[in-house]
């Protein structure tokens, strides 16, 4: 069966720049608490020259904490200063930006260079205040997250909010999900506890395939009430009951190692964070060599996969989660022991029907729509060839859009920097093609929000 289409660079590499942490979350996948011996400024400079070259849409600095590591800053100053307008977007995962108000203050002036909120924070919150302070193992550790939260709000800077669930905090969702909104999160993530690490084989604080499939009624339950896709989550098994990702050309349910990377604070490459296969190390091959020619990369995007997740008529819409078969069995290409569905109930799902090509090419858009004295501006500028599409992450609507054809030329017509009129841009699409600017098509991608209509 033919395999999956892999971008060119990933969606999303995860940076863990340190082992350094002041908590100890029981489901900690590093177990971490000191730097690892390897944190040195050179195998920092080697990781930062892989990024550059590698050239993610979205790049998470997590850790540990990566507020603790003396290099923060400056690596901040350095990925924007050598990449530019190829700067992802950038996340940074921490626990203790309360502390840290000479950094947000940095972050604020970046993304005023930037003219956008290229940097970012994530911040977790994982249950009521003696809940959280119970699982991260620090008292009071609640509201200095909240003082966090204030913080970046003073400056401006954009977050968003995650919850591990376990056994211990799974009833306090609804109660996570009020605060996340009224504290003004960009999102909220349901992260996955998966026993590695501190959490090595604590299989008990797991949810049982049962609560997994109830966590994923209320996931999409809670986003069509809110109407938007607000709550994400890790994207295995999520085909199975929401219709939009099911139909998506992009959806490839587990994306470790397809749309998603990692590199850990001692060089160490796996194919998600969570997942302990060690892949390779930055100081014997390069992130880019490994992501587009390691050998067990290439079964898992063929889905040569073991047990019922080989024969799962969902096979290339989930795969089973690659960090469960790992945790569980030992086996990269073993079966997701976790998941919540049986088989007959896959196999009613429409498997014969069209996917739909989530692309923002289609629908109408009158002439009168769009005045000829305006200015296209681009609002998204961060994109990576995929076959023979162009995939382009938007981050404020926390979605993927795919372009091809008229589209893909339009878009790449448009100067990232200044914009282009209508007008001109009628001449050199003409120019380029030889037919008239095809307007509808460029008013879906004003839609999407991959464009942008200034008036003149």
């Not at 970012?120 to 302070?133: K, M, N, R, T, W």
């Not at 490994?290 to 290339?316: A, K, M, N, S, Y």
Request: aromatic residues 8%; contains cysteine; hydrophobic residues 40%.
């Amino acid at each position: 069966m033919k395999g999956i289409v892999v971008p060119e660079r990933p969606y999303h590499l995860s940076w863990d720049l340190t082992t350094a942490c002041r908590l100890h979350c029981s489901f900690c996948y590093s177990a971490g608490g000191r730097p690892h011996p390897a944190e040195t400024t050179e195998l920092i400079e080697t990781i930062l020259d892989n990024v550059v070259e590698l050239k993610p849409l979205h790049l998470g600095i997590g850790g540990g904490d990566p507020l603790l590591s003396p290099y923060i800053a400056e690596l901040l100053q350095r990925l924007v200063e050598r990449m530019r307008d190829e700067t992802p977007i950038i996340t940074v995962d921490t626990m203790m930006v309360n502390r840290r108000e000479d950094l947000v203050r940095q972050v604020r002036r970046l993304n005023e260079d930037f003219g956008e909120h290229r940097i970012q924070f994530y911040l977790s919150i994982h249950g009521a205040p003696e809940v959280h302070d119970r699982i991260v193992g620090l008292k009071g550790h609640f509201e200095e997250q909240v003082e966090g939260i204030k913080l970046l709000k003073q400056y401006g800077v954009n977050f968003n909010l995650g919850i591990v669930p376990t056994r211990e905090n799974l009833d306090q969702l609804d109660a996570m999900l009020a605060l996340a909104l009224r504290l003004g999160a960009g999102l909220l993530n349901i992260s996955q506890f998966v026993p590695i690490g501190r959490g090595d084989r604590a299989y008990d604080h797991n949810l049982s395939p049962e609560q997994y499939r109830r966590l994923l009624d209320w996931i999409v339950t809670r986003n069509a009430q809110l109407r938007r896709r607000y709550i994400v989550t890790h994207e295995h098994w999520m085909a199975a009951v929401d219709q939009a990702l099911f139909t998506s050309s992009l959806f490839v349910g587990c994306s470790a190692g397809i749309y998603y990377f990692g590199v850990r604070s001692n060089g160490d490459v796996v194919p998600c964070q969570l997942n302990p296969y060690v892949l390779g190390n930055v100081r014997e091959a390069r992130l880019t060599e490994i992501w587009r020619w390691h050998p067990l990369l290439q079964r898992w995007r063929e889905r040569r996969v073991d047990g019922r997740c080989g024969d799962c008529p969902l096979l290339f819409k989930c795969g089973g989660c690659r960090c469960n078969a790992v945790a569980y069995s030992g086996d990269f290409f073993g079966e997701d022991s976790l998941c919540p569905f049986a088989a007959e109930e896959l196999i009613s799902l429409n498997q014969t029907g069209q996917e739909v090509n989530a692309t923002a090419v289609n629908g109408s858009l009158s002439e009168t729509a769009i005045r000829n004295d305006m200015w296209i501006v681009k609002l998204v500028t961060l994109a990576t060839p995929q076959g023979d599409s162009l995939v382009i992450r938007n981050e404020p609507r926390n979605t993927f859009v795919e372009l091809n054809g008229d589209a893909t030329i339009i878009y790449g017509l448009v100067p990232p920097q200044y914009g282009i009129t209508l007008g001109d841009l009628r001449a050199v699409f003409k120019e380029r093609t030889g037919k008239e600017l095809p307007v509808e098509e460029l008013g879906a991608l004003v839609r999407s929000g991959v464009l942008g209509c200034v008036a003149g």
